[in-house]
């Protein structure tokens, strides 16, 4: 079974860093591209961050193109987003999702950004 | 960008309806078009992929058809567990986009 858990949300105030990680099992982790895709309190989704499966090329929008970076371990079937310069239009639930198609997704970690 | 433009944005249809929700992309995408459900306090569950492809484990009342920029989500016998929002989402060309989605209410 494909499982996916994004840890690292939390509270935290305009300007400043948070770093989130997602946990994969039930399939080949270096198989497959990975992404973030985030959603606004009662709002839609937006795709986040992608990466391929070797960690060569990551894809940004420009929304967030600059202050977030993903990254992965699979060594450790992780992924990863760093999260910088955050804004208040970044508080969401963020979404681990599996492949360039996003065809699994994670339970969503919140991240709320106030002061 | 490719902006995804979903309609409805809210449907009301009876147990047992033919239900049509459509997605309109800004420009061709090639079938790279997948439809999502997502109900309420939850994460999104993958229904259709590629268009036309019906992900392991979703009933077979969900269909999926389309070509170059018009796609549409079909439910060929609404159930009451089908209340939830409709997301489309293009994977042809980067930035990757989402619909706004379809609220499907049960009148």
């Known amino acids: 079974e494909v499982q996916l858990v994004e840890t690292g949300g939390g509270l935290v105030q305009p300007g400043r860093s948070l770093k989130l990680s997602c946990v994969a099992s039930?399939?080949?982790?270096?198989?497959?591209?990975m992404s973030w895709t985030r959603q606004a309190p009662g709002k839609g989704l937006e795709w986040v961050a992608s990466?391929?499966?070797?960690?060569?090329?990551?894809y940004y929008p420009d929304s967030v193109k600059g202050r977030f970076t993903i990254s992965r371990d699979n060594a450790q079937n992780t992924l990863y987003l760093q999260m910088n310069s955050l804004r208040s239009e970044d508080t969401a639930t963020y979404y681990c999702?599996?492949?360039?198609?996003?065809?699994?997704w994670g339970q969503g970690v919140m991240v709320t950004v106030s002061s | 960008d490719i902006q995804m433009t979903q309609s409805p944005s809210v449907l009301s249809a009876s147990v047992g309806d033919r239900v049509t929700l459509n997605c309109k992309a800004s420009?061709?995408?090639?079938?790279?078009l997948n439809w999502y459900q997502q109900k309420l306090g939850e994460a999104p569950k993958l229904l259709i992929y590629?268009?036309?492809n019906l992900q392991t484990g979703i009933p077979s009342r969900f269909s999926g058809s389309g070509s170059g920029t018009d796609y549409t989500l079909t439910i060929s016998s609404l159930q009451p567990e089908d209340v939830a929002t409709y997301f489309c989402?293009?994977?042809?060309?980067?930035?990757?986009?989402f619909g706004s989605g379809t609220k499907l209410e049960i009148k």
């Open positions: 590629n268009t036309n």
């Open positions: 999702t599996r492949g360039l198609g996003v065809d699994y």
């Open positions: 039930g399939f080949t982790f270096n198989n497959y591209w």
């Open positions: 989402f293009q994977h042809n060309s980067w930035p990757l986009t």
């Open positions: 420009q061709n995408i090639n079938k790279y």
């Open positions: 990466i391929t499966n070797s960690g060569g090329s990551t």
